[in-house]
């Protein structure tokens, strides 16, 4: 391989058509302002380079750049390239990758509008990128730990995958096909409107008007921040682990959350249906299910001796409590063992649950004024009611749900 080092280039296609070539500290800058300086090129590697003129690499094959700069000035650097390899690099100019395929890029700093236009096969890994229109149309995408920030990125993507990635973006996705993002965090409105097979798994979604439109669209425990008019004539499946402010029109499919402030239905085609069930992550370690027959229902545990015996029972698995009613207003029911009691006067109401002589534990569709130890409480009294019924039940306590 031939090797040149330390060297200044300024003249118009300074090393036009070279093969097996190592350039290392060398710089592409000067009053001449030549063009397209490894144009054509192949088997090129650059290391710890400084670009600041146009067009460096242009139909090249086989190009490894390691540690160098490009510019403002360095604008459209790599186009109509192959098997690119570029790691802890500045990337600054306009356009800098357009139409290339075979693509890694590690450790760089991205600063480019319409970066990575039309690119077929691209990792990128450990980077930041500022850029408009970025990755626009191109496809077969792998990102690993990328900061983005820009506006209408990743438009009409196809085949790609997103792993612990921050992008602060506005529509973001539109159009794009057979997507996945996972553990990451997306922020900013109108997201992935008119996306098809787009799942995001474990994500945070912050902006108004996301997800509207879609085809195929899947969410996978993800939580919502200031997200109103969500799911516009979309179909989706979709389990949402935070409230979200307001849910539009969704045609069809199912949208699993523990509630809503609004849910709109002025077009008769939505058909989509909205399910809302309190999740135990929300609650952290203060968590407990309740099942009576088909019907769950998640609970908190109270502060106390008591609450914190119950669970320490219930760490050892489910326990189950035949419970008669009793008064029109609860259920009671015997463990096998006494709680630490801490007694006071209170006035119960429905979904309290209470702990009674050390070994009763008493479960309120009502309300009754007693003294009792607090144990916990059922977060969504949904269906509670209508649970219980009026005769005598099996409750089943969990940590997790049955």
Same mark, same amino acid.
């Given at each position: 391989?031939?090797?040149?080092?330390?060297?200044?280039?300024?003249?118009?296609?300074?090393?036009?058509?070279?093969?097996?070539?190592?350039?290392?500290?060398?710089?592409?800058?000067?009053?001449?302002?030549?063009?397209?300086?490894?144009?054509?090129?192949?088997?090129?590697?650059?290391?710890?380079?400084?670009?600041?003129?146009?067009?460096?690499?242009?139909?090249?094959?086989?190009?490894?750049?390691?540690?160098?700069?490009?510019?403002?000035?360095?604008?459209?650097?790599?186009?109509?390239?192959?098997?690119?390899?570029?790691?802890?690099?500045?990337?600054?100019?306009?356009?800098?990758?357009?139409?290339?395929?075979?693509?890694?890029?590690?450790?760089?700093?991205?600063?480019?509008?319409?970066?990575?236009?039309?690119?077929?096969?691209?990792?990128?890994?450990?980077?930041?990128?500022?850029?408009?229109?970025?990755?626009?149309?191109?496809?077969?995408?792998?990102?690993?730990?990328?900061?983005? +920030? %820009?506006? !209408?990125?990743?438009? $009409?993507? &196809? =085949?790609?995958? #997103? @792993? *612990? /990635?921050?992008?602060?973006?506005?529509?973001?996705?539109?159009?794009?096909?057979?997507?996945?993002?996972?553990?990451?965090?997306? +922020? %900013?409105? !109108?997201?992935?409107? $008119?996306? &098809? =097979?787009?799942? #995001? @798994? *474990? /994500?945070?979604?912050?902006?108004?008007?996301?997800?509207?439109?879609?085809?195929?669209?899947?969410?996978?425990?993800?939580?919502?921040? %200031?997200?109103?008019?969500?799911?516009?004539?979309?179909?989706?499946?979709?389990?949402?682990?935070?409230?979200?402010?307001?849910?539009?029109?969704?045609?069809?499919?199912?949208?699993?959350?523990?509630?809503?402030?609004?849910?709109?239905?002025?077009?008769?085609?939505?058909?989509?249906?909205?399910?809302?069930?309190?999740?135990?992550?929300?609650?952290?370690?203060?968590?407990?299910?309740?099942?009576?027959?088909?019907?769950?229902?998640?609970?908190?545990?109270?502060?106390?001796?008591?609450?914190?015996?119950?669970?320490?029972?219930?760490?050892?698995?489910?326990?189950?409590?035949?419970?008669?009613?009793?008064?029109?207003?609860?259920?009671?029911?015997?463990?096998?063992?006494?709680?630490?009691?801490?007694?006071?006067?209170?006035?119960?109401?429905?979904?309290?649950?209470?702990?009674?002589?050390?070994?009763?534990?008493?479960?309120?569709?009502?309300?009754?004024?007693?003294?009792?130890?607090?144990?916990?409480?059922?977060?969504?009294?949904?269906?509670?009611?209508?649970?219980?019924?009026?005769?005598?039940?099996?409750?089943?306590?969990?940590?997790?749900?049955?």
């Amino acid at each position: 391989m031939k090797t040149i080092e330390n060297q200044t280039f300024d003249e118009e296609r300074a090393l036009y058509g070279e093969k097996e070539i190592l350039a290392v500290g060398c710089s592409f800058d000067g009053p001449a302002d030549g063009e397209s300086a490894f144009k054509e090129g192949a088997d090129i590697e650059v290391r710890n380079c400084f670009f600041n003129l146009r067009y460096p690499f242009w139909h090249d094959h086989g190009l490894v750049i390691r540690g160098s700069e490009m510019t403002e000035f360095c604008r459209a650097a790599l186009w109509y390239s192959e098997q690119i390899e570029i790691t802890d690099s500045r990337l600054h100019g306009i356009k800098a990758l357009r139409e290339c395929s075979q693509v890694t890029v590690r450790d760089c700093d991205i600063i480019s509008p319409e970066f990575g236009w039309s690119v077929r096969g691209i990792t990128m890994e450990h980077c930041t990128a500022e850029s408009e229109y970025f990755m626009m149309r191109s496809s077969d995408l792998n990102f690993k730990d990328v900061t983005f +920030k %820009g506006k !209408y990125s990743f438009q $009409y993507i &196809e =085949n790609a995958v #997103f @792993e *612990n /990635c921050r992008f602060d973006t506005k529509d973001a996705f539109w159009h794009a096909k057979n997507v996945v993002v996972r553990n990451s965090v997306v +922020k %900013g409105e !109108y997201l992935a409107w $008119y996306c &098809e =097979n787009v799942t #995001f @798994e *474990n /994500c945070t979604i912050i902006g108004t008007q996301p997800l509207c439109y879609c085809r195929g669209l899947r969410l996978i425990d993800c939580r919502m921040e %200031g997200t109103d008019l969500a799911f516009e004539k979309s179909d989706v499946e979709a389990v949402i682990l935070t409230p979200v402010i307001s849910i539009k029109n969704p045609r069809s499919g199912h949208i699993t959350l523990p509630c809503s402030e609004e849910i709109i239905r002025s077009d008769k085609e939505s058909k989509c249906e909205i399910i809302y069930k309190q999740f135990a992550e929300q609650k952290g370690q203060n968590a407990f299910y309740v099942t009576v027959g088909n019907s769950v229902f998640l609970g908190t545990f109270a502060e106390n001796s008591g609450a914190k015996a119950l669970k320490e029972m219930l760490e050892d698995g489910p326990i189950t409590v035949d419970m008669r009613d009793y008064g029109g207003f609860e259920k009671v029911g015997s463990l096998d063992r006494s709680l630490p009691a801490s007694d006071t006067r209170i006035t119960t109401k429905a979904g309290d649950i209470v702990l009674y002589q050390g070994n009763q534990i008493v479960i309120f569709y009502g309300s009754n004024s007693w003294s009792y130890t607090r144990l916990g409480k059922i977060d969504d009294l949904s269906g509670w009611e209508e649970a219980l019924g009026n005769g005598n039940i099996s409750a089943v306590f969990s940590l997790e749900e049955s």
